[in-house]
């Protein structure tokens, strides 16, 4: 007799009546963790509640990674979305991108005015022959696609911040690993939460988030507005298949955030992914390309922050983070909780 079946009669002999499958597989390391979600950042929380609705009703994890982090993108305030820091030049540019558990694939970069970039991620991957779409292209293939487009106004709080950023204007791209001299932040030295900015933002500017369905497959899901105040049409990694998102459905999805550039130098979600092929756990994947990072930037290391979190074909996640400061958000059958990350420096 399995040991799984000999557990399950265990506890089916004590009484436990009512006690699912579901529960029972979230504590054995034997059985398959599923449903289960997990998103970048404390907004990982509210998105996981989106991506929950699907999967808990047994929806597939494409179907739930879309509708998790489009939670954040609606979240006007937020780091994502809209609502977001724009570039130098004033405009709110958006990164995103979406991959299913049979290699398919689909972004958008550089999009302007369109409030779900990752729905028409999705759009362009199953709707055309390409991979990705950018700019202009993008938002006039999102148009055709019944798309609306909003206006060309900043959130209250991007204005102030990018009011405030253009008295200096400085050309200094450090994404997350900031520390605020804001009082109320300080309250977060032990990196509970993000921090936020003096300027009231949150140092952070993207959701990513990786699922595992009922039927057992991954999908994962990526969107941001990138970095505050960069430059005119710069992408980042959230909209690089094998950089900002990977999942390769026999082995794990892997979803990463902070300092794009550093993250698409190592295709970092697939590397991330071939060490769990070759039987590292999710968080030991995490870790070696985090490393890897590191040790290429040098002494540089200290002024970006890079983040990757895994999820495996048997439900088990980790992630790993070049600073302090990371967190992630888990929701299973077991409910919805923010995680602080391990991280190297
Ligand atoms: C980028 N990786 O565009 C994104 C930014 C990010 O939290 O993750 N910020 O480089």
């Given amino acids: 007799m399995s040991i799984n079946r000999r557990h399950f009669i265990n506890l089916s002999s004590l009484g436990i009546a009512g006690f699912t499958l579901q529960g029972f597989a979230n504590k054995t390391n034997n059985i398959i963790i599923k449903p289960i979600v997990i998103a970048t950042w404390d907004a990982g929380l509210n998105a996981n509640k989106g991506a929950w609705e ?45 991959m299913d558990h049979e290699f398919n694939c689909g972004s958008v970069a550089f999009l302007e005015r369109i409030k779900h970039p990752i729905s028409v991620a999705r759009k362009v991957m199953e709707k055309t022959p390409h991979v990705m779409l950018v700019g202009e292209g993008a938002q006039q293939f999102a148009l055709s696609e019944g798309f609306k487009l909003e206006p060309n106004v900043l959130s209250e709080d991007a204005k102030k911040a990018y009011e405030k950023w253009l008295k200096k204007s400085t050309y200094k791209p450090v994404i997350n690993v900031e520390r605020s001299t804001n009082p109320n932040a300080q309250l977060d030295e032990k990196y509970k939460a993000p921090y936020k900015l003096d300027n009231g933002n949150w140092n952070h ?27 005119r049409g710069r992408v980042g990694d959230s909209p690089v298949i094998g950089a900002g998102l990977y999942v390769d459905n026999e082995v794990g ?51 970006i922050q890079v983040c990757f979190i895994a999820l495996n074909k048997k439900g088990e996640h980790g992630s790993f983070a070049l600073h302090t400061g990371f967190n992630y958000a888990v929701h299973t059958s077991d409910g919805n909780k923010l995680l602080e990350s391990p991280f190297s420096i």
């Fill in 54 to 98: 699907v999967l808990s009703k047994g929806g597939s994890a494409l179907d739930a990674v879309e509708k998790g982090v489009m939670v954040t993108e609606d979240e006007i305030s937020c780091c994502v979305g809209l609502g977001a820091n724009p570039d130098r030049d004033g405009h709110v540019t958006l990164d995103a991108s979406i």
């Fill in 205 to 231: 500017d993207t959701i990513g988030m990786v699922a595992l369905d009922a039927n057992g497959n991954l999908s994962g899901s990526c969107t941001t507005s990138g970095a505050g105040f960069k430059l």
């Fill in 253 to 303: 999805a892997v979803v990463a955030t902070g300092q794009g550039e550093d993250v698409i130098r190592v295709a970092g979600a697939s590397a991330v992914v071939e060490y769990m092929r070759q039987g590292k756990s999710p968080q030991e994947a995490c870790k070696l390309v985090v490393e890897k990072i590191r040790k290429i930037k040098k002494e540089k290391a200290a002024d």
